[in-house]
């Protein structure tokens, strides 16, 4: 009965339609001729019997030898590999369902950077020193106390800001220290966001893909599809991530420094439309803080005169959107949004104000001293290259030299628009905004934050132009250049009668003058691709037909 119960399992023996699960019909139903010749041979007697009659049991299994294969161990392997595949395939479509949201999982990726970052500044202990003297310049003014005779902190550091950016700092004072300086952390953050995001729309979309057998793989890679394979959104938070730790964005957030507010307003306003109604007003409101920003105003002024002298000769081929010269409205916008600030400050602190502008303001040496390596403008550099502290003749005819230069840089970038250089706009922008840094009279290391929109607009050019090569490596030396805080391993911070900065060797100086000697690279850079774009057609156009071709996919002047 073992056997037949057995044989009525067994799936050679099944018929169609019945299956081991059938029960007890398998057992009742007849058998084929074959089963009844084998049912018969099993319970013929005396099979399966010894000689002394009793029923032998059926030989045990030998046990398996070691690293041989059996069929009893393969039953367990395929359930194995069975249960492995599964779980690669749950974990695979977790990763995939993953994906589908990019911006949830660069939020997250972004909020464990920036809590590194708040505890490795905390773990440091910062100071964040400037923001405690912005407290105190609201402070002072509050109480009705002399603005540019106040000292604050153990540093004794004076107001070097005009008398609208005391205003301003007024509601740090209802604030404790402790709650301060997380508000300050936390805004730094945000604001960096805000920088990238702004960055981002500046530089804008890609131009339209050109067709050329002679391109290179990352270039038609890049020219896909039109629109990006990331989220503008997941972009900016994975790009924020990263850039939290580069050496400007420390120091910022280590002094709690307001550089990052005075770039948000200037992208703020560059990013906007031509013709907008409040375009302009940023950088008014940021000259307004820190005076330096103003060099964007001139620089608006410039480009609104080469556009009405060559709308007037019937060179110029922009109409403008509508707008009868967009730079030259944004420029008196931004002049009087400035003149607001300067007479309201005058208003509330008549005394404070007239000092500011008729002494303070040419008394360079209240901001710090010029030789020091934190000081990362062309006045550093000549100051540790001469061995003096007060570079004088020397610093004034380089400095009017480099800015005559870089303003007309902008200018021709400006002009070429994006019919021949895409990315106009932001060259236009980062050329004005390296100057302006080179030139200041003291430029700390910290100021340097638009070193951010500057190696975003090196990438998008490696991911437009055919040679890719040459721009990947730009951009990664560039970024290399400001995450590698190279410029505080020389002799610095010495306080006493010798100050080592006065006294560095060669390689000293060069280190001390990475960020100067970047900016003016990237100046030059600049000058040939504007150049370049303004004497022919477009670089990231293709020889031969294919280049014509895609003449009529080429974005229109003012697109963003």
């Known amino acids: 009965m073992q056997a037949l119960y057995q044989l009525s399992y067994s799936p050679e023996i099944d018929p169609p ?34 000689p002394g009659g009793y029923c032998r049991r059926p030989p045990s299994p030998k046990p398996p030898t070691p690293g041989a294969r059996t069929a009893v161990s393969a039953l367990p392997q395929s359930a194995q590999s069975r249960s492995r595949q599964s779980g690669i395939r749950g974990r695979s479509a977790l990763a995939a369902r993953a994906l589908e949201r990019p911006v949830l999982i660069a939020s997250g990726v972004c909020l464990l950077s920036f809590a590194a970052f708040w505890t490795a500044q905390r773990a440091t202990g910062v100071s964040m020193i400037d923001l405690m003297v912005y407290r105190a310049e609201g402070w002072t003014v509050r109480t009705g106390g002399d603005l540019y005779a106040m000292r604050a902190t153990y540093a004794d550091l004076p107001t070097t800001y005009p008398p609208f950016a005391a205003l301003l700092f007024m509601p740090l004072t209802l604030l404790d220290v402790a709650d301060m300086r997380t508000l300050g952390t936390a805004g730094n953050l945000v604001l960096l966001v805000a920088v990238v995001h702004l960055s981002l729309r500046l530089i804008g979309d890609r131009p339209r893909p050109f067709r050329s057998s002679r391109s290179s793989l990352l270039s038609r890679l890049a020219n896909g599809p039109h629109r990006p394979s990331l989220p503008r959104p997941a972009a900016t938070l994975l790009i924020s991530s990263a850039a939290v730790w580069c050496e400007p964005l420390w120091t910022t957030l280590r002094y709690g420094q307001i550089n990052l507010l005075m770039t948000v307003l200037v992208l703020w306003d560059l990013s906007r439309r031509p013709g907008h109604r409040f375009s302009g007003a940023g950088i008014g409101v940021a000259a307004g803080i820190k005076l330096t920003p103003a060099l964007f105003a001139v620089f608006l002024a410039l480009h609104g005169t080469v556009r009405a002298v060559r709308r007037r000769r019937g060179t110029s081929d922009t109409d403008g959107e509508g707008v009868r010269n967009p730079e030259l409205r944004r420029f008196a916008v931004a002049a009087g949004t400035f003149t607001g600030t300067a007479l309201l400050g005058a208003l509330v602190l008549p005394y404070d104000s007239r000092r500011f502008w008729f002494h303070v303001l040419f008394r360079s040496e209240r901001v710090g001293h010029a030789e020091i390596t934190d000081n990362q403008s062309l006045r550093g550099v000549v100051a540790r290259l001469l061995h003096t502290g007060d570079p004088g003749g020397p610093w004034l005819v380089l400095a009017v030299l480099v800015a005559l230069a870089g303003l007309a840089v902008a200018v021709a970038a400006a002009s070429a628009d994006r019919r021949r250089l895409p990315y106009a706009p932001a060259w236009a922008a980062m050329v004005c905004a390296v100057t302006a840094l080179l030139v200041s009279p003291v430029s700390w290391s910290h100021h340097w934050v638009w070193c951010v929109p500057l190696v975003l607009l090196l990438c998008a050019e490696a991911l437009t132009r055919e040679r890719a090569l040459f721009w990947a490596v730009s951009a990664g030396a560039a970024a290399l250049l400001f995450c590698s805080y ?42 040939v691709v504007s150049l370049r774009a303004l004497r022919g057609r477009s670089p990231y156009e293709a020889d031969g037909a294919d280049g014509a071709d895609c003449a009529a996919d080429r974005p229109q002047a003012g697109a963003s």
Request: aromatic letters at 4%; charged letters at 15%; zero cysteines.
């Open 17 to 50: 339609g019945v299956g081991p699960r059938s029960g007890v019909a398998n057992l009742t139903r007849p058998l084929p001729r074959s089963a009844k010749s084998v049912s018969r041979r099993l319970t013929s007697p005396g099979h399966g019997r010894r």
């Open 486 to 527: 190279a410029v505080w391993l020389v002799p610095h911070g010495v306080t006493g009668p010798v100050k080592p900065e006065l006294h560095q060797s060669g390689g000293q100086m060069a280190l001390s003058a990475l960020y100067p000697a970047g900016g003016l690279a990237f100046l030059a850079l600049a000058a």
